[in-house]
């Protein structure tokens, strides 16, 4: 079992519409909670980052950790074609090793 | 506009050729990490270093190689390359958590990539 499980997708929406991305993880000790979007052919940049449960908003992004059921999402309101792209999930226990999921490519279409 | 820069976005070798994939970045950042990506596996770490000519394991070090003499530059070497290990490579950098004044210690900084093919 991987410690991270992150549906790969292709996930395809209306713009406009509200994008919601999960993870699971199987590590309790995670204290340190990430998103992050890459572009095709680039490499990732950090998006949102979450210190243990709770929710955190940066204007049209919401991240979301549920640390009881092992869970956490992301939200993208009023969703743009822009946004097209693949969202790594990421986590750490607070040490130098960070552990990816293999992404959700998501396509918002105009 | 900071940056991580590797130093090809595209390479291709041949089996058994020695590979070096260069890595500089301009934040004077202490950490550095090299990954590889594969579909559906994410991304996995190779080795990464906290310190100019310290270097520690990651989850996959087998047949790779590092080399950091300064603290700009991080450099990952295929030994012998394989078709194996025909991959997007790459490069992140960080510094250590400055918790005080709010600052985040993560791979907030990735290079555009290096897609390595070997045949």
């Known amino acids: 079992q991987k410690e991270v499980e992150q549906d790969p997708g292709p996930l395809s929406v209306p713009e406009g519409a509200i994008v919601s991305l999960n993870c699971t993880y199987s590590n309790s000790a995670f204290q340190y909670f990430m998103w992050y979007r890459q572009y095709s052919r680039k490499g990732p940049e950090l998006l949102m980052y979450?210190?243990?449960?709770g929710n955190k908003e940066d204007g049209r992004f919401t991240a979301q950790v549920d640390k009881s059921s092992k869970y956490i999402s992301l939200f993208i309101r009023d969703s743009q074609p822009s946004d097209s792209a693949t969202y790594l999930c990421?986590?750490?226990?607070?040490?130098?090793?960070?552990?990816f999921g293999a992404g959700t490519r998501l396509f918002v279409k105009a | 506009d900071v940056k991580v820069t590797q130093s090809s976005r595209y390479l291709v070798k041949r089996t058994g050729e020695k590979v070096f994939l260069e890595c500089v970045q301009d934040m004077d950042h202490e950490n550095m990490f090299w990954y590889r990506q594969d579909p559906g596996l994410g991304l996995r770490l190779i080795y990464f270093s906290y310190d100019v000519k310290m270097k520690e394991k990651g989850d996959i070090p087998e047949g790779y190689s590092v080399s950091r003499e300064k603290k700009e530059r991080f450099s990952l070497i295929l030994e012998s390359a394989s078709t194996n290990q025909t991959s997007m490579y790459l490069c992140?950098?960080?510094?250590?958590?400055?918790?005080?004044?709010?600052?985040?210690?993560?791979?907030?900084?990735f290079g555009q990539g290096t897609r390595l093919t070997v045949v």
């Open positions: 979450t210190y243990s449960s």
């Open positions: 992140a950098s960080s510094s250590p958590p400055q918790l005080d004044r709010g600052a985040w210690d993560t791979e907030a900084f």
């Open positions: 990421a986590m750490k226990t607070g040490g130098f090793k960070t552990i």
